[in-house]
């Protein structure tokens, strides 16, 4: 994390006074006041603003925050009228209920045993559920402890909770797990847990293609979209301090039109979008249907179509440069477009952008996204981008940790109660087992011990007691997002391998000054605490 103490407080590039045209350099209202810590950006490595030429953007989940509990409900009813209309489900599943809050990032569905894992950094297990029943430590072990070759827990047995759009298929696996446990042959699935999982897929995909979650989204933006106002002037900061700015989505044009305009302002009191594509002015390129992660991949040969805004049409182009029509002179350009004016793309590839922004160097980008793996991992491990991380639920996670230090310093001391006592019990045997010892010596030693025996299982039983009650503060079932008992949890591994910046929100950019030099605070081995 960047080496700045709870509640930074952004500091004035001239003093302690800021000049006038200083203040207009951050977006944010509150420039110099204490940034809170849930609101702050966190580093991981080294990032120099000032040699970033180009900030991109995804737009779903990190542009657009959906309301899990409108958003996801919505796409969880679909897909269960999916598996029920549309793949033989049986009807009764129509009355089951979404829990939003059930499920977290960083999960790992076992497609083959119908089992949802959480585990820490080095893929060791800890909290394991079949269904809704939680297995037990035996179990855990005797399924993924005792294997002679490590289990790579990927595809295609094992399915990554990675993305806020996973959670409700997740939780609706887990509920068809219990249901087929308990009612054999009525689930058209022949009993594998596995063919089910591909089905609640299938059902998803069902629904984004037939366009309901979209239609009901642009018919409603306010209900599934939390609306934002910090975003133009995030965005115009950007542009006035000289970088580009550029949007890279999956969704399609009709789609992206619809949210941006929701999130920019553009939409009438009726509710109803103005479609004058204002939104455009604060970016220099829009990519729609990007197909990411496959777009981060030069050797992609997709080819890139200029869209049209007014009528969706897609305008064939040579690598970005319009080709000029049948029976005309000059390519076919919106009336509402100049040369110097954002222009609108479908498809093509991490080329393609590079060329439309006209910069050659991949470091000198920043991309925002909220998938470690289709945004994060792929344009970092691929092409060298610098990269930021939208995580919602950090916010919350930073201040429970800054509610709860004296916890965090009883769990510490519990610990290393528990270490000593186990320390002199180790020394107790030994001396018993082989010194040579009178009878009387003997006789105290073994007393002691079992009086530590009785100790050690008393703090051992308050430690773990201790640390649930710790964990369940955060989340009743699968505790602290980034930890897993002491460990980083697999998903915080992730964010710190691939993320340069991780924050809760797109909008924190704003917060501080485009030309900041986000620095990591160092990094400790275990020898090196005791020596500080």
Known sequence: MEGVGVGEQIPSPVGSIPRERDRRIWSSREWGKTIPMGKRIFCNRSLNMKNILAVGFDMDYTLAQYKPETFESLAYDGTVKKLVHNLGYPSELLEWTFDWKYMVRGLVL??????????????????????????????????????????????????????????????????????????????????????????????????????????????????????????????????????????????????????????????????????????????????????KPSFFHEENRANIFE??????????????????????????????????????????????????????????????????????????????????????????????LCQSIDMRKNLRKLRMDRDLVEDRIHHLKWSLNFDMLDPKKEQILSSELHELELSREKIRQQHQNFQREFHQKFHKVWGQLMKTGYQNSRFAHQVERFACLYTNQVTNLGLYSPDKYYRPSEDFMPHEFDIL
């Not at 990675?162 to 068809?176: G, K, N, P, R, V």
């Not at 897609?314 to 690598?319: G, S």
């Not at 609108?344 to 470091?363: D, Y």
């Not at 998938?371 to 491990?381: A, E, F, Q, T």
Request: charged share 25%; proline share 4%; net charge neutral.
């Open 110 to 291: 076992d497609k083959k045993r119908g089992n949802i894992l959480k585990m820490d950094r080095h893929k060791y297990v800890k909290v394991a559920y079949h269904g809704f029943k939680e297995l037990s430590k035996e179990e855990k072990v005797s399924t993924y402890g005792n294997t002679l070759v490590r289990d790579s827990f990927d595809e295609p047995d094992y399915a990554l909770i990675d993305t806020l759009f996973s959670l409700a298929e997740a939780y609706m696996f887990a509920q068809l797990v219990d249901y087929m446990d308990n009612n054999p042959g009525k689930v058209p699935c022949g009993g594998s847990y596995s063919r089910m999982y591909k089905d609640v897929r299938a059902a998803v995909d069902l629904c984004h293609r037939d366009g309901t979650l979209k239609k009901m989204v642009a018919k409603d933006p306010g209900r599934y979209i939390n609306g934002d106002l910090s975003i133009i002037p995030m965005l115009k900061m950007l542009r006035n301090s000289g970088r580009a700015t550029f949007l890279v989505t999956n969704s399609l044009w009709d789609y992206t039109n619809v949210v941006m305009n929701y999130l920019c302002g553009s939409y009438n009191s009726d509710g109803q979008s103005s479609s004058n594509y204002k939104w455009l002015e604060n970016f220099d390129v829009v990519i729609t249907g990007s197909s």
């Open 307 to 400: 869209v049209e805004p007014e009528s969706g049409m897609l305008l064939n182009t040579d690598n970005g440069t319009p080709i000029p029509q049948v029976g005309n002179t000059t390519a076919r350009l919106p009336e509402t477009h100049s040369t110097k004016a954002c222009r609108v793309f479908q498809g093509g590839n991490v080329a393609h952008l590079h060329n439309l922004l006209s910069i050659a160097s991949s470091s000198q980008i920043l991309y925002v996204g909220d998938h470690i793996y289709g945004d994060i991992l792929r344009s970092k491990k691929v092409l060298g981008w610098r990269t930021m991380l939208v995580v919602p639920e950090l916010e919350k996670e930073v201040e429970l």
